[in-house]
């Protein structure tokens, strides 16, 4: 018998599904990460990249990959007594007519986030941050892991970020506000390692992808606006005339 998405939908309550500790350590984690980014910007490399040279992302991609999924098994040892997996996630497809909707709620989506970031980046002006770009795929192997590392990102963060975090400070804090906030600022702190424009602008489009979830009560279209995101900032984007 199919699972019934409704009957898997995230709940808008206060019922917590983990341990207040549990949550502690994972913005712990992510503080952590943030600290690493921060050496990593203030570190000399003798150029404006993040890193002096290309070399040795194939073992980054594979560490960046086994990361998220470390991460998101860490959120569901913490909560799976409370919860299910899919009810994390707020069900799963339960026919045609649920992937069409999820990919057409997507897709501009997706567009408006993209305008959003482009706006919020130009609003904050030019940054002195070391870039990442010479981190990009360039090679077939390096472009397929880049893909699984994109679409890893964009499975596991949305469930760490807004099908937990989210909803775990929602029943701490009984705001919506207050739990869309919050979960923005732990994901865009964490990706301190481009820099504190970039933060602020992924502190907005986190924001973005916890309103998304807000009214979908599931995390289906923000995985794939977020796992297309990464694809094609990553990569897509780079293979066109101007880099636009």
């Not at 599931?218 to 293979?239: C, E, P, Q, T």
Request: one cysteine or more; a positive charge; hydrophobic letters at 50%.
């Amino acid at each position: 018998m199919p699972i019934e998405i409704v009957a898997e939908a995230i709940p808008d309550n206060r019922q917590p599904i983990a341990s207040s500790g549990h949550t502690v350590g994972l913005v712990l984690i992510n503080l952590g990460i943030a600290a690493w980014g921060i050496v990593a910007q203030m570190r000399s490399t003798g150029g404006s990249g993040l890193v002096a040279g290309h070399s040795g992302v194939v073992p980054l991609y594979s560490s960046l990959i086994v990361m998220e999924w470390a991460l998101l098994y860490y959120v569901w040892a913490g909560t799976r007594k409370n919860v299910t997996f899919w009810g994390l996630v707020g069900g799963r497809w339960n026919g045609l007519r649920d992937v069409v909707t999820d990919f057409g709620i997507a897709l501009p989506f997706w567009v408006f986030w993209e305008a959003m970031g482009w706006l919020v980046s130009r609003g904050l002006g030019p940054s002195a941050a070391k870039t990442v770009d010479v981190l990009l795929p360039r090679g077939l192997l390096e472009v397929v892991l880049w893909i699984v590392l994109s679409a890893s990102a964009g499975f596991c963060e949305e469930i760490v970020y807004r099908g937990y975090l989210q909803r775990q400070l929602r029943a701490f804090s009984g705001s919506r506000t207050l739990a869309v906030a919050g979960q923005a600022l732990v994901f865009g702190v964490g990706h301190a390692y481009q820099g504190w424009k970039n933060v602020v602008v992924i502190v907005v489009l986190g924001a973005l992808y916890g309103l998304l979830v807000l009214w979908r009560k599931n995390l289906r279209s923000s995985m794939i606006a977020h796992a297309w995101s990464d694809i094609w900032g990553g990569y897509v984007k780079f293979l066109l005339p101007g880099h636009f």
